[in-house]
T-cell receptor
Framework: KQEVTQIPAALSVPEGENLVLNCSFTDSAIYNLQWFRQDPGKGLTSLLLIQSSQREQTSGRLNASLDKSSGRSTLYIAASQPGDSATYLC????????????FGKGNQVVVIP | EPEVTQTPSHQVTQMGQEVILRCVPISNHLYFYWYRQILGQKVEFLVS????????KSEIFDDQFSVERPDGSNFTLKIRSTKLEDSAMYFC???????????FGPGTRLTVL
């Protein structure tokens, strides 16, 4: 069974600092990995998706890397802003025929103005 | 921008009652999902649906649960006899045929009293 862990569970950073959020998964045989943002009491907003054949994906200030062999992904958020305060979830999909996403518990981020 | 919508946003019910949670996936998507998130816990996969049938379900998705696509736009999750432990946020998601990204709705908060 795929287990997804996110460290740290919570962190606070001053505005302008870069954020580094870590995700690890126990089964490296994944099809893709997706990062989401979740605001309190709200739904999940997809940020980035990395296919298993890719090493990284970028969107604006966000960069996600994937090291499949070691079972790790990192989400970098450059020059953090108070609006980046949210919980960031990592989710992996095991194989092409297997649709389900296995989620981590999230990294809860507070950016201090 | 197209989005997944869900109704109601909050449902309160008595234990033992039936509830139906409704979702309108993105219009050209063909894969549909239900996930749930118990307060403070990980998002968990319940079921995936494609071509008018369940393609995959988790251990959570027992005989109390059913899904249906009653028309060309709606996708529903029915819980026949709710239990206290069914209290959670329920998320609907959808995916296009040749894409890998799952898009989530805002969720329905189900409270079972």
């Amino acid at each position: 069974k795929q287990e997804v862990t996110q460290i740290p569970a919570a962190l606070s950073v001053p505005e302008g600092e870069n954020l580094v959020l870590n995700c690890s998964f126990t089964d490296s045989a994944i099809y893709n990995l997706q990062w989401f943002r979740q605001d309190p009491g709200k739904g999940l907003t997809s940020l980035l998706l990395i296919q298993s054949s890719q090493r990284e994906q970028t969107s604006g200030r966000l960069n996600a890397s994937l090291d499949k062999s070691s079972g790790r992904s990192t989400l970098y958020i450059a020059a953090s802003q108070p609006g980046d305060s949210a919980t960031y979830l990592c989710a992996v999909r095991r194989s092409y025929g297997n649709n389900r996403l296995a989620f981590g518990k999230g990294n809860q981020v507070v950016v201090i103005p | 921008e197209p989005e997944v919508t869900q109704t109601p946003s909050h449902q309160v019910t008595q234990m033992g009652q039936e509830v139906i949670l409704r979702c309108v996936p993105i219009s050209n998507h063909l894969y549909f999902y239900w996930y749930r998130q118990i307060l403070g816990q990980k998002v968990e996969f319940l079921v995936s649906f494609y071509n008018n049938e369940i393609s995959e379900k988790s251990e959570i998705f027992d005989d109390q649960f059913s899904v249906e696509r009653p028309d060309g736009s709606n996708f529903t999750l029915k819980i026949r006899s709710t239990k206290l432990e069914d209290s959670a946020m329920y998320f609907c998601a959808s995916r296009a045929q040749l894409e890998n990204e799952q898009f989530f709705g805002p969720g329905t908060r189900l409270t079972v009293l």
